[in-house]
Each structure stands twice: as structure tokens, then as C-alpha cells.
T-cell receptor, first 112, second 113 residues
Framework: GAVVSQHPSRVICKSGTSVKIECRSL??????MFWYRQFPKQSLMLMAT?????????EQGVEKDKFLINHASLTLSTLTVTSAHPEDSSFYIC????????FGAGTRLSVL | GEDVEQSLFLSVREGDSSVINCTYT??????LYWYKQEPGAGLQLLTY?????DMKQDQRLTVLLNKKDKHLSLRIADTQTGDSAIYFC?????????????FGQGTTLQVKP
């Protein structure tokens, strides 16, 4: 149980385009989902906390207009990187919480 | 503020035991976790321990918690090459009602055949 699906696993896009990443809890309902960013050989940096039906709470220094988060249902949250630039290239990981956080497999974003 | 510290690297021989250590600062933390991350993958929950426990064992994994010293350890018995990965320690933030976690920097475990 407690499976979290993240899609796509890898995306390459041109600078200036927007990219949407989906995070789904497959076998449980998650009132809270989290979005993280991970730089090479570093730990996870929490970007935002997403609650179903309400606005996401962003961590200090994370641009909410740049990283749009939508949590429309108890099993789906999306992260949209708007007007992506090469500095947005990174590994993005979501988690869904059922008291305990379960993680997706991550999305490798490369912006050319 | 809350902080979690781990050593960055551990190398062991196959068949030996591995012990990964972690210190944390939030004494009111309810749960402490160990996650495993293989290259290019997400985090896999290995085990967790409730703050009122001293020890938890699950097959080859043993977690020890010393609340007085705010020290957490993960022991992997009979370490295998497939255990090579990055191991993250994480504590739940007592001041958060959403289950936010603070992660350590991760310990890279290298298992030599």
C-alpha cells in the first residue's frame, strides 16, 4: 500500500515554456502533499505544502507565481513550472501524507 | 530552528553491519524517519520510530533512539551491495500541523563486495 505516482519521470523543454508535473496517491487519500526540489548530491529542499481545496503554502524564497501548485482532489496535486529557465533544471519530488510521507519517484527537469 | 545532522559517507564490506547516525534538535518531534534513495529515484520509506520508543527492529534494520541526546541510528545487518544508496534521516516538526519534515543531508552508504 501507500503508493505515490509521479509523472513524468523526465522532461526536457525549451526555455520559456511551462511544464506540469503530476503527483498522485494511488491507494490512499492525501489531504496534504509536499513538493521538494533536490540539487545534485544535496538533501531535499521543501518548496511548498499543498492542501486539498486550499492554496498552497510556499516556503521562504520560493516564487509562488513561478511554481504553481494545484491540489484539486484528495489524490492529485500538480506543480507547474511556468516560463522555465535553465536555472529551474533540477530533480523535483513530491510526497503524499497519510500521517507519514510517501514519496513519488521524482521528475528530472532539464530546461534548454 | 530545527536541524538534522548526518555524516556524509560510510563505507562497509558486504556482510558487515552498517550503522548510520543522525542527530536532531526538535525535542518535541513525534516521529523520526529513515528513507533510502537510490540514484535517480525518489525516497523509499525504510522505517520510522515514535518518540516514546527506544528501539524498533524490522528484519535487517534496527533503529535506536536516544531522546536525551537527540540521537538516532539505523543499523543494517548483513549489509548487501543492494543496500548501497543515500540514507536520509528526517524528523517531524512539532510546530507543524501538516506533517512537515526536516531532512538531514543524507549519508551515502558504499558497500564493497
Amino acid at each position: 500500500g501507500a503508493v505515490v505516482s509521479q509523472h513524468p519521470s523526465r522532461v526536457i523543454c525549451k526555455s520559456g515554456t511551462s511544464v506540469k508535473i503530476e503527483c498522485r496517491s494511488l491507494d490512499f487519500q492525501a489531504t496534504t502533499m509536499f513538493w521538494y526540489r533536490q540539487f545534485p548530491k544535496q538533501s531535499l529542499m521543501l518548496m511548498a505544502t499543498s492542501n486539498e481545496g486550499s492554496k498552497a503554502t510556499y516556503e521562504q524564497g520560493v516564487e509562488k507565481d513561478k511554481f504553481l501548485i494545484n491540489h484539486a482532489s484528495l489524490t492529485l496535486s500538480t506543480l507547474t513550472v511556468t516560463s522555465a529557465h535553465p536555472e529551474d533544471s533540477s530533480f523535483y519530488i513530491c510526497s503524499a501524507s497519510q500521517g507519514i510521507q510517501y514519496f513519488g519517484a521524482g521528475t528530472r527537469l532539464s530546461v534548454l | 530552528g530545527e536541524d538534522v545532522e548526518q555524516s556524509l559517507f560510510l563505507s562497509v564490506r558486504e556482510g558487515d553491519s552498517s550503522v548510520i547516525n543522525c542527530t536532531y534538535t526538535d525535542s518535541s518531534s513525534t516521529y523520526l524517519y529513515w528513507y533510502k534513495q537510490e540514484p535517480g529515484a525518489g525516497l523509499q520509506l525504510l522505517t520510522y520510530i515514535f518518540s516514546n520508543m527506544d528501539m524498533k527492529q524490522d528484519q535487517r534494520l534496527t533503529v535506536l533512539l536516544n531522546k536525551k541526546d537527540k540521537h538516532l541510528s539505523l543499523r543494517i545487518a548483513d549489509t548487501q551491495t543492494g543496500d548501497s544508496a543515500i540514507y536520509f534521516c528526517a524528523e517531524s516538526i512539532s510546530s507543524s500541523n501538516t506533517g512537515k519534515l526536516i531532512f538531514g543531508q543524507g549519508t551515502t552508504l558504499q558497500v564493497k563486495p
